[in-house]
C-alpha cells in the first residue's frame, strides 16, 4: 500500500531548469524521512536530497544551491525544484522513504520505499 509516484522528469539543455514532484501514498506517513535519488546508466544509484519530518533538508554537495526540496505533508507531495541544471545531473530520478529517519544520503538501503522513477536527461 505504500506508494511513490514520480513525475515531471524530461529533456532540457544544460542550464535549463525542471521540477520533479512525487505523490505519496497515505501510508507515506509524515514522520518518515523522504527524498531523491538518481541513477545513471552503468553508475551507483546516488541520493540526491532528502528531507526529514522537521523539514530540514541535505542535499548532495554537487547540487547544493541548484536544488531544492520540499515536501508537502497535507498534500503528500515531495517536490525537487532543479535549476542550472548540467549533462551530469542526467540520469532516473527516484522518490524513496526510509520508514525511520533521515540518516546519510549514502545509506540507500535505508530508504526501503521507493517510486518507479522519472527520467532526466540533460544536454549540452
Known amino acids: 500500500q505504500v506508494q511513490l509516484v514520480e513525475s515531471g522528469g524530461g529533456s532540457v539543455q544544460a542550464g535549463g531548469s525542471l521540477t520533479l514532484s512525487c505523490v505519496a501514498s497515505?501510508?507515506?506517513?509524515?514522520?518518515?524521512?523522504v527524498g531523491w535519488f538518481r541513477q545513471a546508466p552503468g553508475k551507483e544509484r546516488e541520493g540526491v536530497a532528502a528531507?526529514?519530518?522537521?523539514?530540514?533538508?541535505m542535499y548532495k554537495d554537487s547540487v547544493k544551491g541548484r536544488f531544492v526540496i520540499t515536501n508537502d505533508n497535507a498534500k503528500k507531495t515531495l517536490t525537487l525544484e532543479m535549476k542550472n541544471l548540467k549533462p551530469e545531473d542526467s540520469g532516473m530520478y527516484y522518490c524513496?522513504?526510509?520508514?525511520?529517519?533521515?540518516?546519510?544520503?549514502?545509506?540507500?538501503?535505508?530508504?526501503?520505499?521507493w517510486g518507479q522513477g522519472t527520467q532526466v536527461k540533460i544536454s549540452s
Open positions: 528531507i526529514n519530518s522537521d523539514g530540514i533538508p
Open positions: 524513496a522513504a526510509d520508514p525511520n529517519y533521515c540518516g546519510l544520503l549514502t545509506r540507500t538501503w535505508d530508504f526501503v520505499y
Open positions: 497515505k501510508y507515506v506517513y509524515s514522520r518518515y524521512c
